[in-house]
């Protein structure tokens, strides 16, 4: 069998793609090396889903807006720093329902191993879990992984910056019984000093959970690359260590922390930034400084960058700029590979503007977008123009 798409990884980005490309009629394969869909919302212990009213409000958010009004149940509304917020359990298993609603086939245990390319197509992908490797053949390809693995397999040209600028790798934590929660009074002891690692230099957390149960610690960070596994193991150990040295100083130094409990701490690293895809467009910090106009718009992402330094909160190089900025259809296409496009953050972007378009709800539009054009065999942008506006995703700014 041949499959019309198929989608490696299934983080929010892989959602969107194989959200967009079933609804487009097509059928559609995705496959993960996580148990089920989410990614870092799921599996790095992170479901909350920032930065994007309209995909929260939306009646033109695409599958943003559907999943959020799935998850309206199950979601913790009062949450100060987000309108959508709810558990990994909630997040994982409302995507698998709306997959499998679709009709999308999905493998999950699995991890890309090999890539079957002739020319500049590619033909197959091979997965391997539980010492079993399986091919799937397919027309057209979708790199959700986050970090180009699957276009990097296929030999494209990739984007990679320093492990600096790609931004901060973190280990997120949870804790529980926490006593009266004053936002700013804590914000005022943080700056006081005599926090642990002298690079965090902002509080960073916030009420997760169904009902807010539990409070997530984004407080741990370590800088390297998530493109070599010898590097993955030393961070995790380096940031294990931290979470023990954070979880020691919150209760000592934090007002209404003092006996708080671990609940949770994330399986795997969150990787904000890694490696992207050479794409027939690359999005720059200079195209989000002059806010250079889009002319075949695909989804919408910020126009602020360079988050996670570091040595510091906000890199040298960071801008804070009000307002959103289109993300274009070259962004989404690999510049070497025909059928290949990309979602999510691993799409052309230089690597110190991923912030821009690395928001959850961003994701999954830019994978979306993803899933229609491969649905549509990677079409003229009046054609996928036409499909997005049915799917009622949203690509202008205005
Ligand atoms: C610590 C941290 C905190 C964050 N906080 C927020 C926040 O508060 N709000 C917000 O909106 N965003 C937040 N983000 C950003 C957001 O979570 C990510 O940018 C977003 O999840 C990226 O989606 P994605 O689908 O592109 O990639 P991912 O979520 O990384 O998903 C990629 C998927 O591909 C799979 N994969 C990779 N390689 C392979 C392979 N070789 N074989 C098989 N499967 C593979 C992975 O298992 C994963 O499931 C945070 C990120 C981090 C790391």
Known sequence: MIYD??????????????????RAGKKVFIFDRNSGPGGVPVYCGCPVFSGMSPFVEGSAAGIGAEFSAAMKEKAFANNPHCKLVSSEFTVGLTMTRMLRAAGVDMLFYVELTDVEREGDELRSVTVTGCGKHITI???SFIDCTGDAVLASMAGARCLCGSADETMTKTLLFRVTGIGNYDRELIGRKFAEGGFPFPWQDQFMGTFVGEKGEDFLLNLTAVSGTAQSPEELTRMDMELREQVAAVLEWVRKALPGFENCRLVAVAPIIGVRGGRNIAGREQITTGDLDENTPVTEPVAVGKRSYGEHYIKTFRAPWSKSQVGLRAVPYGALLSADIA???AGGRGIGVEPRAVSAVRLIPVCIATGQAAGIAAALGFPAYDVLREELVKQKCRFETA
């Open 5 to 22: 798409v198929v989608i490696a990884g299934a983080g929010p980005a892989g959602f969107g793609a194989a959200m967009g490309a079933a």
């Open 137 to 139: 053949r397919g027309r």
């Open 339 to 341: 059928n290949l496009a």
